[in-house]
């Protein structure tokens, strides 16, 4: 418990670093950093803010995240999870809100990690993660039909559909350099992974296509036509404007980076877990992506989480120590600096060609697949989750997600919950328990005994009622068989309250038998006790019965 907001850094300062170890992280912080720095040009623009801002995300946030995570191999920079949310934030509010908003997430995610929530945001739901992040493969997709396509679009509407309505009225414009560039710049990406995996797809790709354009003067975009020249400096921190209206009209784009960001750490922490064999500090690590958050837009960058696709390549070139982290972002700042200028030569429908390719990644189509082949309740949560995320906001689609899989729960625990009439002889052989408890003697006339299966919650109460209800007449004693119940709300407990005053105003004595733990305390802390004497508070059911037969002699 004491080393829940210890960084993994600080542990293995304790433990000692040896040469060795440094040297092997070294060398795949450097691979990283190499694998990084065209993901962060392309995520920044794709997100609608200029190339050197994902740059300079890659660089500060991915550092900070290094020192501070709860995971030894955590890369932390910008994602393409985050494209579609900051591209709308820029489009309504400018980068001064983004920067805000991103700020405010900073400070919620460290409130989150504070406040032990590392491991409540796991708890959502596996239909709902997989049907927003197949979301926004799908809309980091469309929104690069224009690059690869070469189309001569001016500006983009937000909304998906006119989006896709804007290609189909500007495909007169569609440009065959353009599309062969991206077409070869996926099939660099593909095919390279089988010669090596030691020098990233995509820096292959820009560098192949880059001279293809310089050499042969085709006639497309980049950068530098889009951009102007980037620069190759990270400039001084600024504080942006802070203003109480803009902070309440920049809330809910605030938790929604806060709540994207949790999750994609956290997932990203986990899966590092499954390949490295440790386990992840949940709530530090939201405490680390909250300083990243605070930290990147001070300096004019854009909001970062935990990378899967980057800690995984680090973890496949030997990382096993936070210093990989760290010597990724130095190796993202070097190349900043050095080859800062000559990204202004990069095709815009090269960078295209690499988004495609990471939306295909994202999407994880095959589990969408495999969720649609399951029960109908977690198809409609995937597929209400996937449709909202494109069609509508990505913060709606996660609440709905996340309301619709509560409902549907509730509602398959409503189906589990029963309540039986044990009305036959005690030699039934379906419970071999109920068998020993009434031995050869059938129930006793004047006793009737319901047993309640399940959690005994709001959505069992009518159930429970429905039961009772059906009584043809009262009897003398009842006795309520609890041993099937785990948990029990207030909803539950007020149905036995109103059962018990009811059957008090009858002269009908009630008797509960088995009653675990959990349902045992709410009961004792409640005032049920009027009417329910301890001594009809009975553990096992034979001994209910032998107090049953007592009462009704």
Known sequence: MQKTFEPKFVSLLKEGLTLKMFFRDALAGIIVGIVAFPLAIAFAIASGVKPEQGLITAVIAGFLISIFSGSRVQIGGPTGAFIVIVFGIVQKYGYEGLALATIMAGVLLIIMGLARLGDAIKFIPYPVTVGFTSGIAVIIFVTQVRDLFGLNIAGLPNHFLEKCLSYFTHLSSFNLHAFGLGILTILIIVMWRKITDKLPGPLIAIIVTTLIVKLFHLPVETIGLRFGVVPNHIPMPRIPEIHLKTILSLTSPAITIALLAGIESLLSAVVADGMTGRRHRSNMELVAQGIANIASPLFGGIPATGAIARTA?????????????????????????????????????????????????????????????????????????????????????????????????????????????????????????????????????????????????????????????????????????????????????????????????????????????????????????????????????????????????
């Open 313 to 553: 390549t680090n973890i496949k070139n030997g990382g096993k120590t936070p210093i990989s982290g760290i010597i990724h972002a130095v190796t993202v700042c070097i190349l900043f600096v050095f080859l800062g200028p000559l990204a202004s030569l990069i095709p815009m429908a090269t960078l295209a060609g690499i988004l495609v390719v990471v939306a295909y990644n994202m999407s994880e189509w095959h589990l969408f697949m495999k969720i649609l082949r399951t029960s109908k309740s977690d198809v409609f949560i995937l597929l209400a989750t996937f449709l909202l995320t494109i069609l509508v906001d990505l913060t709606v689609a996660i609440e709905v997600g996340v309301v619709l899989s509560a409902l549907l729960f509730v509602r398959r625990m409503t189906e589990v919950t029963q309540v039986n009439v044990l009305n036959g002889s005690l030699s039934d052989e379906e419970n071999p328990e109920d068998q020993k408890a009434f031995g050869e003697e059938s129930i006793p006339l004047g006793v009737e005994i319901y047993e309640i299966t399940g959690p005994f919650f709001f959505g069992a109460v009518d159930t429970f009622k429905n039961a009772l209800g059906q009584l043809k007449r009262y009897p003398q004693a009842l006795i309520i068989l609890m041993r099937h119940v785990p948990v029990m709300d207030a909803s539950g407990l007020n149905a036995l309250e109103d059962a018990l005053r009811t059957f008090s105003r009858e002269k009908v004595k009630i008797i509960l038998c088995g009653v675990q733990s959990q349902p045992l305390a709410v009961i004792k802390n409640s005032a049920i006790v009027k009417f329910l004497p301890e001594d009809r508070i009975i553990p096992e059911l034979s001994e209910a019965l032998s107090k049953a037969r007592q009462i009704i002699s």
